[in-house]
Structures are given as C-alpha cells and as structure tokens.
C-alpha cells in the first residue's frame, strides 16, 4: 500500500474555497456531492486531474446532521450535467460537521469498495472556523489517505 500512501490528489484554489463554502452552508447537517474536473484545461505536468468543479448535492437522509444520502434526481441531473459540460467526475465529498476527517461506520459502510479512479473527500468541521479537508481512496474495502495538493 505504500504507493498509494504516496499518491497525491489536486484541486484548485478556487475549487477548494467552494468545497468548504458549500460544506459550510449546509450546517449543522452534512453536505454531500461530486468533485469534476475538465480534463482538456486542468492536466498537471505529471499528467495528473486537478478538481476545479464542485457540486453539492441535495442530501436526503432522515438524520442529515449524522449521515448522508444523495437525492437521486438531483444525482441524475448532477451526472448528466457533468457530462454535458465535459467535466469527469473524480470524487465524492461529504461533510463531517463535528467530528473529525476520519471516515465513520456509515462511511465505510456507504462507499463502493475497490474503485481507485474515484476520491472520496471528507471535509471537517471539528475545530469550527478551521475546516480540515481530507481526502482518501478506497481500496479493498479500506480507506487511505492522499494528500493535498494546491494546484
């Protein structure tokens, strides 16, 4: 696992600021939604996507405050909305509004499993003003960390 330990995930600036925009609007519940990234302007040198698309979406679950669930209509019109705007979805984001960056139960238990090509960040709220951003891939039923890269 030591490569992957190693692997590290780029986002924009400006799509760092939405993404913790967007978590912080939906407190005290949890945000949900999909990282993009338009692969004919945001390559890095080391042939890497660089996120510079954030799209939260609706989260439907009965206890929204400890979990998530995305509505699935506005999951459809988020999918076909990337695609006809040429975007890839890279990722997947959520919010912890209390508890730290470490995936939860529900977490592991929401994920699909065994999927590298997609990111699943979790952005916290524990120390109030000062989010954390953590973002991880999940491989064989575990969840590694990436590290952040301003790009």
């Known amino acids: 696992m030591d490569r992957i330990s190693q692997r590290s995930i780029y986002i924009t600036q400006e799509a760092r600021n939405r993404l913790i925009g967007v978590c912080k609007e939906a407190l005290p519940a949890e945000a949900c939604g999909i990282l993009t990234c ?23 679950h009965p206890n929204a405050r400890r979990s998530f669930s995305f509505d699935p209509a506005d999951w459809t019109a988020a999918f076909f909305e990337a695609q006809k705007n040429r975007q890839q979805i890279v990722g997947f ?7 730290n960056a470490a995936p939860s139960l529900q977490d592991e238990l929401g994920f699909v499993s065994g999927d590298e090509t997609f990111s699943y960040w979790i952005v916290s709220f524990e120390k109030g003003n000062s989010p954390s951003i953590q973002p991880y891939v999940r491989v064989r039923d575990s969840f590694y960390p990436l590290s952040l890269v301003l790009a």
């Open 93 to 99: 984001f959520h919010s912890h509004p209390s508890a």
């Open 38 to 60: 338009n692969l004919a302007k945001h390559i890095n040198s080391a042939n890497k996507p660089v996120v510079d698309g954030i799209r939260a979406i609706v989260n439907n």
